[in-house]
C-alpha cells in the first residue's frame, strides 16, 4: 500500500462517514408528545434579527401555553424553526423541508413576496396531498389581497391588512381638525402606490378640506441623504406628513427632517421596526405617530405586564424586543382550535380556528370566517422619552417608547371583502 | 431662486460626503493598481469602531482614535494578504478584497449585532449652524464639509510637496529605480493601503452618526464609491473630487425636482393623451430616479470616454 491509496481510503471513508453520521445521529422524533409547529421565515438575510426576534416572540407564547398543560391533554407545542434565506425560492425549499418533517402548521410574517409563493405552494401542497397537508398562519403581511382576491381556506391572517390600517390611520387623521396640508411619502414599489392611493382616496371622501400638497415615491434602501426630500416637504409647507416607508428609510428620512428644521407630524404603520425608534430618536419625539395592533404601554393591564416582564425575563438582552402580538395571537388560537377540534389535523383545525372569538388582552379579536382576517383592536400612538407620563417601557433598549393616543375598535375596520372562500368537502 | 441656492448647498455637502469615502480607494486604485472590493468594509469599521470609542472616551478621541485602527487593520491587511496576492495578478486580489469585505460584514454582525447601533452626533455640534430661506442647516453637516475639504487639502499637500509624497509617486511609475535608490518600495505599498483605509475609517467616524450604523452600511454605499471612482477616473484625486461633486449635485437637484416626460410635453404645449403603460413611464418623476441616476452616468462615462473625467489611459 503506497501513500496515495491510503489518502484515497482514508478520503472515501470520511466521505461515507459524513453522510452516515447524521442519518444515524438523528434522534428518533417524539411524535406523540409534542405537537410541532414550524417557523418558516428570515433567519439569514437582512432581516434576520427581525426573524431571530419573532422566533423568541413565538417561542414564549408556545411556552406559556405549555407551562399551563400544553394542547390535547398535555402535549407540548414545539417549534421548529426553517430559514427562508428572505427570498420565494428558498421559502419554498423550506415549506417542502417542513412537510417531509409531517408537520402541519406554519407561521410566517417577513416579506409579501415569501408570503405570496408560500400561499401559491401551500394551495398547490394540500391540493395533491390530502394526506399531508399544512395550515398557513401568517401574523405580519400586510397585502390586503391575501385575505381578498388571493383569499384560502388554509391561509389564517393574525395581524392588520395594509386596508385595515389605512382605515384606522385615516379616521385618526380626519378627526385632527389641526391638518391642513399633507405630505405623503412613500417607498416604491406596488403595493406601495395601491396603499397611497387609498389613503388619498379615503381622505377625499372624509376630509376633502385637507390640500395634499406633494406625494414623492423614494427607491427603498437606496437614499442616503433624505435631505433634499424634506426639503421638499419643507417647501410645500405641508403639516403633516404620511411616512409609509419602513426600516432605516424611515429613520433618515426623520432625522432629514429635524436637521433642516421641519415641523411637522408624521403618521407610520412601521415606527415600531427593530432598532428604528433609537435610530429617530429626539427627532421624533411628539411628532411620530404610530397605527399598530400593540406596543408595550397600550394595555398597562396586570395580565399584560406580568407575560411582558416574563419575555424580558427569559430574553433580558434589551435587542430582544417583544414585538409581535398578532404572532402571540397565532400561537393562542392555534392552540385553542386543536383543543376545540380534539384533533391536530390540518382541515379540522381550519374549520375550529375559522369564526373562533377570544378576548385577548387587547380586546376581543375574531377570527373571520369570511375571509380568514383577524379583527382585532389597532392603536395610535405617539413617540416619546422612556419616563414620559405614559411611556413606562422603551423599546430594543433604546430610550425612546410609544404613548398611548387612542384605541381603535375592532368595528371601526372590520372592511368587507372580495374574497370566495372554497372550503374543502373533506 | 433659493431653489437654486438650497439645492447646491445641499447638493455640495452630499458630494463632499462622497469625496470623504471614495479618495481612499481611488488612491490606492491609482498607486497600487488594486480596486479594493473592501474600502467600504473598512468605512463601516470606522462608524462601529467610532460608535464603540466614543461610547468609552467620547467622540472627539475617538475621531483621533479610529482612523489610525483601522489604517493599521490595513497596513497589516496589506502586509500579510494582499501583498502575497501580488504575485498572482489583479483579479487574485481582487478577489481577496471581495471575501475580506464579507468576512468583515460577519464579524461586524457576530461583535455588534444585525440591528442599527446608537451611534449618535456630539451634543457640541447637534444644532443649527444658519438658517437659509428657512432651511436649518446644521453645525455637524457644516463638519463634515469641513473635514471632508481639510482631507482633500492635507492629501494634494501630503502627495506632492512632501518627500513621502513624491517616493509614493515615483514608486507608482518606477519601482524598480526608486527601490535600487534605496527606498522601501513594499513599505510605501504598505503606507499608501493603510492610508487610503484610515481615509474611509475617518469618513465612517464622521459619516456614521449621520447615517445609520448598521451592517448594511458598507454594501449600501459601495456602488455609489465605484460609480464616483470611475467617472472621475481611476487614480486621479481631482477626478474624484469632482466626480463626488457632479454626482452630490446631480443627486440633489433631481431628487428636488418635479420634473416627469409628461411634464416636459405640457410645458412644451403639448398635451398627450397617453394611455396604458406609456402613461405610466410619462409619469414617473425624477426624483423617483434621482437615486439611480449616477449609475446611468455610470454608464454613459464607460460608453463615451472610458478613461473617466480625469483618468489617464492605462499603458499595460
Known amino acids: 500500500m503506497n501513500k496515495t491509496s491510503v489518502h484515497r481510503a482514508a478520503r472515501a471513508a470520511a466521505l461515507t462517514l459524513s453522510f452516515a453520521l447524521p442519518i444515524v445521529a438523528m434522534p428518533a422524533s417524539a411524535h406523540a408528545e409534542t405537537i410541532k409547529v414550524a417557523f418558516v421565515d428570515a433567519l439569514s438575510g437582512p432581516m434576520a434579527n427581525v426573524g431571530e426576534t419573532m422566533l423568541k416572540n413565538l417561542q414564549f407564547a408556545a411556552d406559556q401555553i405549555n407551562a399551563k398543560g400544553g394542547v390535547l391533554g398535555g402535549k407540548t407545542i414545539e417549534i421548529v424553526p426553517f430559514d427562508t434565506k428572505m427570498s420565494p425560492k428558498e421559502a419554498t425549499i423550506a415549506l417542502k423541508q417542513a412537510s417531509d418533517a409531517k408537520i402541519h402548521f406554519m407561521l410566517h410574517a417577513i416579506s409579501s413576496s415569501v408570503a405570496s409563493a408560500l400561499l401559491e405552494s401551500v394551495n398547490r401542497q394540500n391540493e395533491r396531498y390530502p394526506d399531508n397537508r399544512m395550515l398557513y398562519l401568517n401574523y405580519g403581511s400586510v397585502d390586503t389581497s391575501f385575505t381578498n382576491a388571493k383569499c384560502s381556506f388554509w391561509f389564517y391572517r393574525f395581524a392588520a391588512n395594509s386596508d385595515m390600517k389605512t382605515e384606522a390611520k385615516v379616521n385618526e387623521m380626519a378627526a385632527n381638525k389641526s391638518i391642513k396640508k399633507l405630505f405623503i411619502i412613500a417607498q416604491d414599489f406596488p403595493t406601495a402606490h395601491d396603499a397611497v392611493q387609498l389613503s388619498i382616496d379615503l381622505l377625499k371622501k372624509k376630509r376633502p378640506d385637507i390640500e395634499i400638497v406633494g406625494t414623492e415615491f423614494h427607491p427603498m434602501g437606496r437614499v442616503k441623504d433624505f435631505t433634499p426630500y424634506a426639503g421638499k416637504i419643507k417647501s410645500s409647507v405641508a403639516d403633516t406628513v404620511i411616512a409609509a416607508s419602513f426600516g432605516n428609510d424611515l429613520s433618515l428620512l426623520i432625522r432629514s427632517g429635524r436637521e433642516i428644521g421641519l415641523n411637522v407630524n408624521y403618521y407610520t404603520f412601521y415606527a415600531n421596526g427593530l432598532g428604528v425608534p433609537g435610530a429617530i430618536g429626539d427627532a421624533g419625539v411628539g411628532k411620530v405617530k404610530l397605527i399598530t395592533e400593540w406596543h408595550n404601554n397600550a394595555v398597562p393591564t396586570e395580565n399584560m405586564e406580568r407575560y411582558y416582564a416574563g419575555f424580558k425575563q427569559k430574553y433580558p438582552d434589551p435587542k430582544d424586543e417583544f414585538i409581535s402580538f398578532p404572532g402571540k395571537l397565532a400561537i393562542e388560537m392555534l392552540a385553542k382550535a386543536i383543543d376545540k377540534a380534539n384533533s391536530t389535523d390540518p382541515r379540522e383545525v381550519a374549520l375550529a380556528l375559522e369564526g373562533m372569538k377570544v378576548t385577548a388582552e387587547t380586546g376581543e379579536v375574531t377570527m373571520r370566517k369570511e375571509d380568514h382576517q383577524a379583527s382585532l383592536p389597532l392603536f395610535v400612538a405617539t413617540l416619546d422619552k422612556k419616563g414620559a407620563p405614559g411611556v413606562r417601557h422603551d423599546l430594543d433598549g433604546s430610550g425612546y417608547g410609544f404613548k398611548n393616543n387612542v384605541r381603535i375598535e375592532p368595528l371601526m375596520t372590520a372592511l368587507p371583502t372580495t374574497c370566495n372562500m372554497v372550503r374543502p368537502v373533506k | ?316
Not at chain 2, 470623504?20 to 486604485?29: A, D, P, R, V, W
Not at chain 2, 471581495?98 to 447601533?117: N, Y
Not at chain 2, 443627486?251 to 418635479?258: E, G, I, N, P
Request: aromatic share 12%; hydrophobic share 55%.
Open chain 2, 1 to 316: 431662486m433659493d431653489f437654486l441656492i438650497v439645492s447646491l448647498l445641499n447638493g455640495l455637502s452630499y458630494g463632499l460626503l462622497l469625496f470623504m469615502l471614495s479618495s481612499g480607494l481611488t488612491l490606492i486604485l491609482g498607486m497600487m493598481g488594486v480596486l479594493n472590493f473592501a474600502h467600504t468594509s473598512f468605512y463601516m469599521l470606522g462608524a462601529y469602531f467610532g460608535y464603540q470609542i466614543s461610547r468609552w472616551v467620547g467622540f472627539w478621541p475617538a475621531l483621533l482614535i479610529a482612523p489610525l485602527v483601522v489604517g493599521g487593520i490595513g497596513a497589516l491587511v496589506e502586509r500579510f494578504g494582499l501583498r502575497r496576492m501580488h504575485r498572482y495578478g489583479h483579479v487574485a486580489e481582487l478577489l481577496f478584497t471581495f471575501g475580506l469585505a464579507f468576512m468583515i460584514e460577519e464579524i461586524v454582525h457576530l461583535v455588534w449585532g444585525r440591528a442599527p447601533v446608537e451611534y449618535r452626533i456630539p451634543a457640541a455640534l447637534d444644532r443649527t449652524l444658519f438658517s437659509l430661506f428657512q432651511f436649518q442647516y446644521s453645525a455637524y453637516r457644516a463638519f463634515m464639509m469641513l473635514v471632508s475639504l481639510v482631507m482633500l487639502a492635507v492629501l494634494y499637500f501630503g502627495l506632492t510637496r512632501s518627500r513621502t509624497g513624491l517616493i509614493i509617486q515615483a514608486s507608482l511609475t518606477h519601482p524598480q529605480a526608486v527601490e535600487a535608490l534605496g527606498h522601501n518600495v513594499p513599505r510605501t505599498f504598505m503606507l499608501v493601503f493603510g492610508g487610503g483605509s484610515a481615509l474611509a475609517g475617518l469618513a465612517g467616524v464622521i459619516g456614521g452618526n449621520a447615517f445609520i450604523t448598521e451592517p448594511g452600511m458598507a454594501a449600501a454605499v459601495g456602488s455609489i464609491v465605484f460609480v464616483i471612482v470611475v467617472v472621475g477616473g481611476m487614480g486621479s484625486l481631482y477626478g474624484a473630487f469632482i466626480g463626488s461633486l457632479l454626482i452630490g449635485v446631480l443627486q440633489t437637484f433631481s431628487a428636488a425636482s418635479d420634473l416627469s416626460l409628461r411634464k416636459l410635453f405640457e410645458l412644451a404645449g403639448m398635451h398627450a393623451a397617453l394611455t396604458g403603460p406609456t402613461a405610466e413611464l410619462a409619469s414617473v418623476k425624477l426624483s423617483q430616479l434621482a437615486p439611480i441616476l449616477p449609475y446611468f452616468l455610470l454608464v454613459a462615462m464607460l460608453i463615451l470616454r472610458p478613461q473617466g473625467l480625469m483618468g489617464i489611459r492605462e499603458e499595460e
